[in-house]
Structure formats: structure tokens, C-alpha cells
């Protein structure tokens, strides 16, 4: 660890674009993650995933914080800020500054989960969502199947409904699900006769079964696990908005998530740029500090831009959703693309900046350990997750060149 580790974001970016609601948070998630997340950090990235490994202490503070209630109005539970999108965004930046797990866990059950929830009824606003604005419940978001995830065509989604009097019989399997060892219920979209629906489903019905927590790369205190439905009775007040709105509810859930998941990537690009700045400082060979070499300087000067870009990008299109445009394109998916390809090429430069050190996950010698060999495994999830880097790219070609010719 490296201790003389200085916020240069600080010195070189100047948070113009946030409403001040939304500065206030910042400076919360950041004393909230500095105090809570970053000293449980290095065992939540490296214990191997099982539902005990689950980092449940820091789930409560959170709870207990009110960050759960940042993105819903007071209705629901929440805060009832104007600007929701940029609060919840600034949060999970700032909480994969400290953990990348945390940020994930935070966005699947507050924008993944919560937000889709945000299409339903009263009931479902009262029954699901308030209870998990004070963790009374844990959500979680499954489009993933074992055949379908990029391609969420009704061709693909094999997670079958079945319309019987006044409830669904749900069978199938979905894949990858983040928070689901842990969760109280999901939404889910299904298949009904080549309709798309979102569904809220209790995990503890009767044939539903949650699998064991898959082993990961990295982002170890994010437990994914199937879900697995066999013959589960749902009843039809459960489903979110329409039947056959289902893709839309999902669509527009993981444009939310892309917005929060670009946020991950400035966070963890800012975390491995500060500690690289950190130990050139530090560090001598040939008898001058690494920073004293002009190729790392004019290396950290660019990635200092580019980490001003991702930021504004995401908010930006953060922005664009609190003005209530649910598909902030081209922003969402630029920010996403930009920002998680910057998160890997700066991680990249950090751990070849700590030379040997920063491929150590533990040095015998000392026990010492090096954040950038967390990040390094971190990042990679982000490329891939909520809509891939290259479903980001279709659909802003999408945009550049008409749907006639981008599908
Ligand atoms: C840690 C983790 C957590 C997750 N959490 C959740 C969750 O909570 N809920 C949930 O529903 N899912 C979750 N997922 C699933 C995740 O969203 C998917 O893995 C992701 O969308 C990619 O889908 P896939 O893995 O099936 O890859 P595929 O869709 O099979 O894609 C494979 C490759 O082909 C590329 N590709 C696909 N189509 C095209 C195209 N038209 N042009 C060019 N390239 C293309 C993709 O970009 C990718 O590189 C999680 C996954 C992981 C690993």
C-alpha cells in the first residue's frame, strides 16, 4: 500500500458541470469510501467468491448511509433530488475509486435492479423497490442467459413464461447474476410466446434455485451465480410496465447501468493514475525519481486528459437523464466505450510503472500488497458488462449512420 497517495483529480479537474446537490454527494461517497471501503479493499479484491465472501458489512453502511436512497424520488423511498442520475453516478465513481466490487454491487441492486423497478406499479414501487432503499431487500437484474446476453432478440431469450389464469409459470435459466446469492428477488426478463417481459420474481418460490457463486478474474466481492426457474409461479401483478415491454424496461435499465459503469472506469482510472504519481515520486532507478523521466510525465499529462474526457462524458450524459431522456446516446454509449477502455490502458501504465511491485498480488518479504494489481484484474469486467464495448460502438454507428443501414 502505498500511504503519500494524493487525489490528483483535486489539482486538475474543476466539477463544473455537477449542481452543487450533486458536489454534496460526491464529497459524501468520497469520505464514505475512504473511511468504509478503502480499508476492507484489498481482502473484499482477492477472497475467493463464495455467499460468506459477500462484503456484507460494507452493504449495511451503506443502507445505513442513505446511499440507497440517492436515486428515487421520496415516494419510493428516496432522497428526491433533482438531479438523481448525477448524485448515483458520482457515488459509484467514487465508491470504484476505493473497490470496483463495491461499485458493482452498488449498481446492480441501485440501477440495475432499482431502476427497473422504477417502470412498475405501486405495488411494485411499494412491495420492492422502498424495502430496498434500506436494504430490507436486495435486488438484482438477470437479461443473461447461457445463449444470450449481447443478443437480447426474442429468438434468443429462452427464460420461458407461460400465461396461466392470473399468474406467469416461469422456466429457464439465467446466467452471470450479480448479487443474486445474496438477493431477496430479481427481475427478469422473459420470454412470453415471443414477447418480452420484465418480471419481478421472489427467489425464495417454490422452484426457483440460485446456483453457487461463480470464480472470477477479478471484482472478487461481486458474486454472480444462475438462477434457475423451474415451474415458478409468479402472479400477474408482478410484471414491470407491459407485457412485451419487457426489452424496453431492460434497454433502458442498462443505459442507466452504462452511465454508471463508465463512472467505474474514471473511478478506477483514477485510482491507478494517482498511485502510479504517487510512487514515481518515490521510486529511483539510474539515480533520478521515475517521474523525473520525461516519457512518464508527457504519459501521465495524456491520461490526465483523457480522464477529464471520460468524466465529463459520463456526466454529461448523467445530465441527460436527469432532464429525463432515457437514452442519452451518443453520450451513454461513448462514455462507457471511453471511459472503461481508459480504466485498462491506465491500469496497464500503473502496473507497469510499479515495474515488478506492481505484479504482486502479495510480496513474500514484507506482506506488502499494490492496488494496481487489483485494478489490473478490475478493470476488464468493464469492457464487457451491461452491453459490451462493441455494443457500444453498434449503437453509436447506429447513430452516425441510420438504422437502414446499422442494424
Ligand atoms: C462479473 C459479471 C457480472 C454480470 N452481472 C450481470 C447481471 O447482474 N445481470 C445480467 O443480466 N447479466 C450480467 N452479466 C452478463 C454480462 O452483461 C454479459 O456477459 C455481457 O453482456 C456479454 O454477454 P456474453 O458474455 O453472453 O457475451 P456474448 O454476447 O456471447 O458476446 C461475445 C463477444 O461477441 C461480441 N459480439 C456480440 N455481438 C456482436 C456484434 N454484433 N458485433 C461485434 N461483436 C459482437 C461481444 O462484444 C463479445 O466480445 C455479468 C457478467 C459478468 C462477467
New binding site residues.
Partial sequence: MNGSVIRMQDRLYHDLLLPQEAIEIRAKAREFSDRVVAPRAYEIGTTDESRESFPRDVFNALAEEDFFKIPYPSQCGGLDLKYPCCATVVTVEELAYASNSIAAVYD?HCI?AGHALEYGSDYIRENYLKPMTIAEKVG?????EPLA???LSSDSVQTKAEIKGDKFIVSGQ?R???NACIADFVTALVNIDGRLTMLVIDLDSKGCRVGEPDC?MG?KG?L?SDIYFENVEVPERNVIGEIGKGLHVALGTLTYGRVGIAATGVGMAQAAFDESIAYMKERTAFGKKIGQFQYWQFKMAERAIEIEHARNLYLKAAFRMDQGIEFPEPEAAGAKFYATELAGNMARDAVQIFGGYGFMRELAHDKSHYKVEQIFRDFK?AE?????N??QK?ILSRTIFGRSIVE
Avoid at 140 to 144: D, G, Q, R, V
Fill in positions: 446492480v440495475l438484482c437484474f438477470a437479461s443473461t446476453s449481447s443478443d439465467k452471470f447474476i450479480t472470477k471484482n461481486q454472480t469486467i464487457i458488462y451491461e452491453g459490451t462493441e455494443i453498434m
